[in-house]
């Protein structure tokens, strides 16, 4: 069974579509993704509680206020009239309930973010989500696959070995990128011609037949591409540089 998107490496097939759109296995992984609701940060869950516990704190305290002045509704200075007197001292435990909301605080928070986001794009770190800047902080282990994400799955050989002794194989570290033809081999430290040594010549015979991968230039992107799998790769890159 092939998925849409499956790279074929070699080889030829006859296929027969059994299922299209959202009916495929990719589709019904798209319908999951769009159905799963977005779950809140930690910060903004720690925000929702402080937010109620600060709610619950606010409320205790206004209405102690306003009972603690009960005895005061009937002052002359409302007009005895003790209606008067509980609207007034009400008016004030509202206005102490919104003088204690910190409503400064989702700008600070805000602030606080747009600065990490400067200090990771210093770094080329682009982060298009403020809250994404939150959740990487908290983060303690991160699961990644290995091989095109930590790695670039180009693999070179580094060293031989034959009866004449080891020989080291030069790498070509410009940019990191080792899928070049081009290098030479040495023997303690001496550059050697590979077809000196039967050994190696046999080694090159044997990576080169024993092989379905290759090594393609691209004239676009000007750089060689693999096409096969990666250690059949190095070991074509090995026989261009052995030069035999």
């Not at 081009?182 to 046999?202: H, I, P």
């Not at 290759?214 to 096969?228: H, M, Q, R």
């Amino acid at each position: 069974m092939l998925f849409s998107g499956t790279n074929i490496a070699a080889g030829r097939a006859v296929g027969v579509v059994v299922a299209t759109g959202v009916q495929t296995e990719i589709g019904k992984i798209r319908d999951e993704m769009a159905s799963t609701d977005a779950e809140r940060t930690p910060l903004q869950q720690k925000l929702d509680q402080f937010g109620e516990q600060l709610s619950k704190v606010i409320s205790v305290i206004c209405v102690a206020v306003w009972a603690i002045n009960v005895g005061h509704f009937n002052d002359p200075v409302h007009g005895g009239s003790w209606l008067r007197g509980a609207v007034y001292y009400f008016k004030i435990a509202v206005a102490l309930a919104v003088a204690a909301i910190p409503e400064g605080l989702p700008a600070v928070i805000t602030t606080c973010l747009a600065l990490g986001t400067r200090r990771m794009a210093r770094k080329n770190a682009i982060v298009r989500s403020l809250p994404s800047v939150e959740t990487l902080g908290c983060t303690s282990v991160i699961c990644s696959d290995k091989t095109g994400t930590l790695t670039t799955n180009q693999m070179s050989v580094c060293r031989m070995f034959c009866v004449e002794g080891p020989l080291q194989v030069e790498r070509v570290h410009r940019h990191w990128i080792y899928l070049r033809p081009d290098g030479e081999v040495y023997k303690d430290g001496v550059k050697v011609r590979c077809s000196q040594y039967e050994g190696l010549v046999e080694l090159a015979l044997i990576c080169a037949l024993c092989n379905d991968s290759s090594l393609d230039y691209n004239e676009a992107k000007s750089v060689y591409e693999k096409v096969g799998e990666a250690t059949e790769t190095a070991l074509c890159c090995l026989v261009e540089k052995m030069n035999v």
